[in-house]
């Protein structure tokens, strides 16, 4: 039972059962009878993070996304949605607010002016200002994401060093011995953005391992960089024959450079990555990855910022997730003729 169920059989709105169960602001008094009739028909009893949270001053939590102007990946949208969602499901109204360059006033009003209960950090660098900045002031937080060696924060992140040596690790026994990894743009990665250098490390890690041959490509996150990356790759390396990428964005434009330059996935050329499912399976052909779960994240972290709203003193949690890789059609054996840039001929 929730207040949007008793907001329902009460015949009011969920604010106004928020409302007469805080005190937080007038309720008609028959209005408030008929609530409580319903609540105790009902035996409803809020439990003791609902009623932490009822003393909280705003019932808002804010959620600090990427500039707009960055064109927000469909991951990145989830993150958004999922954490919407989860908010109004525990009657919490979320503010976003952008944080890069230009917009960190922004950040710093929602920090100082207690325009939130609790904030929600997205896009983490491995030393990320933020975090810092809200551990002096005591606003609870939680990371989609986390720094580098910092004990002190909650987060949920995926764990991308281990996913994308995994997918090397299927390339190579897939026979590929010379391989890309098509990561984030070079500013992300100068900035330190985590996804980005602990999927290097990854990377590097499995290319060592299995004695493969590999080269990093930095690239936007949208199609035309994908595109303009993917050609460069195949002038400069016409011997790799596999990519992986945590780069989702790109993933049509990698396509197109493919089919200008006749190569047929997976027969030609092999790809494989960590992305948000849509991605996946909107691919042509459907591609193997690791599927973010997004929405499970966003949900997430939802939860464990309610629970550092209700009880602050609580030891921070980390969640590592490591979702499984989907085998779809992405991935193939190595070209049997040899390495991809010699079998290229217009289809």
Not at 53 to 62: A, D, N, Q, S
Not at 286 to 310: C, F, Q, W, Y
Not at 335 to 340: E, F, I, L, N, V
């Amino acid at each position: 039972m929730n207040i949007g169920e008793i907001a329902r059989r009460a015949g009011v709105s969920r604010s106004t059962v928020s409302y007469a169960l805080s005190g937080k602001r007038p309720v008609a008094t028959s209005t408030r009878r008929r609530i409580q009739d319903v609540i105790n028909e009902l035996g409803y009893r809020p439990n003791a993070t609902a009623r932490a949270l009822k003393e909280g001053r705003t019932r808002t939590i804010g959620l600090v996304i990427p500039p707009a102007g960055n064109r927000l990946t469909h991951m990145q949208l989830d993150f958004v949605a999922s954490v919407v969602d989860a908010a109004a499901r525990v009657d919490l109204d979320v503010l976003l607010s952008p944080s890069d360059g230009e917009h960190e006033r922004s950040f710093e009003r929602l920090v100082s002016e207690n325009r939130v209960d609790g904030v929600i950090l997205m896009e983490i660098r491995l030393e990320d200002p933020r975090a810092g900045r809200l551990q002096k002031v005591g606003l609870p937080f939680v990371g989609i994401g986390h720094t580098a060696g910092d004990h002190q924060m909650s987060w949920i992140d995926v764990d991308y060093a281990g996913l994308v040596q995994h997918c090397v690790r299927h390339l190579a026994d897939l026979g590929h011995r010379r391989v890309a990894l098509v990561t984030r743009s070079p500013e992300l990665i100068s900035a330190g953005y985590g996804p980005a250098h602990r999927a290097r490390e990854g990377f590097e890690a499995a290319v060592a391992e299995r004695g493969l041959e590999g080269v990093e490509v930095p690239c936007g996150d949208d199609a035309r960089s994908g595109q303009e990356c993917a050609e460069a790759l195949l002038h400069s390396h016409p011997d790799v024959t596999a990519v992986t990428t945590i780069n989702e964005a790109a993933l049509p434009g990698i396509q197109r450079a493919l089919v200008d330059a006749g190569l047929q996935v997976p027969y030609d050329f092999s790809i494989t990555g960590v992305v948000a499912r849509t991605w996946a399976e909107d691919f042509r052909p459907p591609l193997t990855a690791a599927d973010v779960p997004a929405l499970e994240m966003g949900e997430k972290a939802v939860s464990l910022l309610v629970e550092r709203i209700a009880a602050p003193e609580t030891p921070p949690r980390h969640i590592l997730l490591t979702p499984p890789i989907s085998l779809r059609s992405s991935t193939a054996a190595v070209p049997t003729g040899g390495p991809a840039g010699h079998n290229r001929t217009a289809r």
